[in-house]
């Protein structure tokens, strides 16, 4: 019997599911998960998944809190709620994120990530298994920068920019999260033309960070995500980690093409690029340099934000 794609994928790659839905980690046997306010906001709207949502304002309903505290402690649950189904499925790690409304407050995002290691500890689960998702802004950068020193593994999410990612490994994050596909859609929209994956603005994006990652010895792990097609894929096969929706993951499960390898530190190694240090001032002036990401960052805290006040609003239903 001829192998499926997913299956060659991972004998090069960790397998990551982009997904809220517990059945699809069922199907296609991920690694670890991601999710993020809009997947959750997405499950949490199906009725199989609603329970959860539930439980969570049934939980601190009786808290004595009120108003934003209540709202806060609720979303807070459910983001848990959800963490400790998926760690029920995949043998890894679960990323679970920040509110994105706290992407420009250093201290804030600090606060919070404690408090959601603490919650995943007290129901039992090591913080080795959770990576907490944070965007990709300097005051992110410097918050993970914190939380690591502290054993507290963070996934940079939203991140657009070589900046971004030089600023990352320097903070010594764990993990980021490149989103290729967010890549591809602005270069499209820019230039009206298609592009392959061999010229995908996205996948060359995370080519050179992987490079660059490597050559110099840094260990933060990389994981292209936001994918578009299976071509963005499998030009990547050999990353250290892909986040994979549903949809690509069936695609690949469904295909017994052959799969090569295609990222490699032997030939990072190679690469002619030179290390940059960046301080805040040439961090924030090289990423302002870049229209894509700084239109793509900013748009992405919007619409996280957007998708954390509708979950605000169904929570809001439930509690009447």
């Known amino acids: 019997m001829s192998t ?3 299956e060659q994928l991972k004998k090069f790659t960790t397998v990551v599911a982009d997904t809220g839905d517990f059945e699809s980690m069922k199907t296609f046997k ?3 998960a991601t999710t993020n306010p809009s997947l959750i906001l997405q499950a949490a ?6 329970h959860l949502v539930e439980k969570a304002v049934e939980e601190k309903r009786s808290s004595g809190l009120t108003g934003e505290a209540l709202m806060s402690t609720i979303l807070d649950r459910i983001l848990i709620l959800f963490g400790l189904e ?4 995949v043998p890894g790690r679960v990323s679970t994120e920040v509110d994105a ?5 250093t201290q804030g995002t600090i606060e919070k990530a404690r408090q959601l290691i603490a919650a995943y500890e007290t129901e039992g689960h090591s913080r080795d298994r959770v990576l907490i998702k944070i965007a990709s802004t300097w005051e992110g950068i410097k918050a993970a920068e914190v939380l690591e020193k502290e054993g507290i593994h963070c996934n940079l999410t939203l991140l657009f920019s070589f900046a971004q990612a030089i600023a990352c490994a320097e903070a010594g994050v764990q993990l980021i999260s490149p989103f ?8 499209k929209a820019a230039t009206g033309k298609d592009f392959t994956a061999e010229d995908d603005p996205g996948v060359l994006s995370v080519r050179s960070i992987y490079d660059y990652y490597k050559k110099f010895g ?5 994981m292209g995500a936001s994918f578009r097609n299976k071509g963005e894929i499998l030009a990547l096969a050999g990353c250290d980690l892909l986040t994979i929706s549903p949809g690509l993951l069936n695609e690949l499960q469904s295909s017994t093409e052959p799969v090569a390898e295609r990222l490699n530190e032997t030939s990072a190694k190679a690469s002619t690029l030179t290390k940059i240090h960046l301080d805040e001032s040439a961090f924030r002036f090289m990423h302002n340099e870049d229209a894509m990401a700084t239109e793509k960052t900013a748009q992405g805290i919007r619409a996280f934000s957007a998708d954390i006040v509708k979950l605000e609003q169904l929570v809001a239903g439930i509690l009447g």
């Open 4 to 6: 499926s794609q997913l």
């Open 30 to 32: 991920p690694q670890d």
């Open 45 to 50: 709207a199906k009725p199989e998944y609603r």
């Open 86 to 89: 998926i760690l029920k499925i």
């Open 101 to 105: 409304r706290l992407s420009f407050d």
């Open 180 to 187: 290729v596909g967010r890549i591809l859609d602005w270069h």
């Open 218 to 222: 840094y260990k933060t792990e990389v």
